[in-house]
């Protein structure tokens, strides 16, 4: 049409581009259906490609993982505007004994990590959240009472249990991952699988430890360095002020400003 257009992009579509066949692999055997759904992505993904060519499509990612991920399948660049992160009022509570995880119960959340290693470990766990994934953890639990499911709590109650916490444990890779900065916003020091967007807003040894594979091993291990070290709340609530609403908009304005010019 000629006119402008700025894309806030979370991330080029998962099943057009890389995750389709291992969906469509596991979902069906049959070699008719596989044929017709390869040849109907092959042209969504023909028209995706042909419509991010524009000239007037102007590409803003939410990390540099996402920023990657526009890079080699639009072949375009993109400048990177993290998304707005609330900063609460961070409550004034004694800091705990125990690890917290923040999250929907799904599988791909890899709770079950942070689960069998605090088991292992004699670690007290509170998972706040709720999803299709909860009986099972609950099953992997069974048992133990330092393992407790805090299901959905107010955002007051979150916000007293992330700043109370020893540490925020994140088990899965995201594209950037907001639970994460709302712990540091409150404080805690965060636990997390390295990868994806966690390796840009968390500032190791400062303000959180990364265990590099997806194991309750290498979490155990990364938890002995972790509780090891002093951590300052005041340089981990800084961190994550650089993703709070604020700049946020301050950015985006500069970049619709850029288009318009």
Do not use: N
């Not at 048992?143 to 020893?166: C, M, N, P, Q």
């Not at 040894?205 to 090891?228: H, I, Y």
Request: glycine share 6%; with cysteine; proline share 6%.
């Amino acid at each position: 049409s000629g006119q402008d257009c700025l894309i806030y992009c979370y991330s080029p579509a998962r099943m057009l581009w890389d995750s389709w066949p291992q969906a469509l692999y596991s979902r069906t055997k049959s070699p008719v259906v596989r044929f017709v759904v390869t040849r109907w992505v092959s042209r969504l993904r023909l028209w995706d490609y042909y419509e991010s060519q524009s000239a007037h499509r102007h590409f803003i990612a939410i990390s540099q993982t996402i920023a990657d991920r526009i890079q080699k399948f639009y072949h375009r660049e993109s400048k990177i505007i993290y998304p707005p992160v609330p900063q609460p009022p961070t409550p004034v509570v004694e800091r705990g004994d125990y690890y917290v995880v923040v999250s929907v119960l799904a599988a791909y959340k890899q709770i079950d990590l942070a689960i069998a290693a605090c088991r292992q470990a004699k670690r007290k766990l509170i998972i706040v959240g709720d999803g299709p994934d909860r009986e099972r953890l609950e099953t992997l639990a069974e048992g133990d009472k330092k393992i407790v499911f805090a299901g959905r709590v107010s955002e007051g109650t979150k916000h007293k249990l992330l700043a109370a916490a020893r540490g925020f444990i994140f088990s899965s890779v995201e594209d950037f991952g907001i639970a994460p900065v709302e712990a540091m916003a409150c404080g805690t020091p965060v636990l997390a699988l390295r990868g994806g967007g966690l390796s840009e807003t968390i500032i190791e040894g400062r303000t959180g430890v990364f265990f590099d594979s997806p194991d309750p091993e290498s979490l155990m291990q990364a938890m002995k360095g972790f509780e090891k070290k002093q951590w300052s709340a005041a340089v981990i609530r800084r961190q994550a002020a650089r993703f709070s609403p604020e700049i946020f908009r301050q950015e985006f304005r500069q970049a619709v400003r850029r288009v318009m010019e």
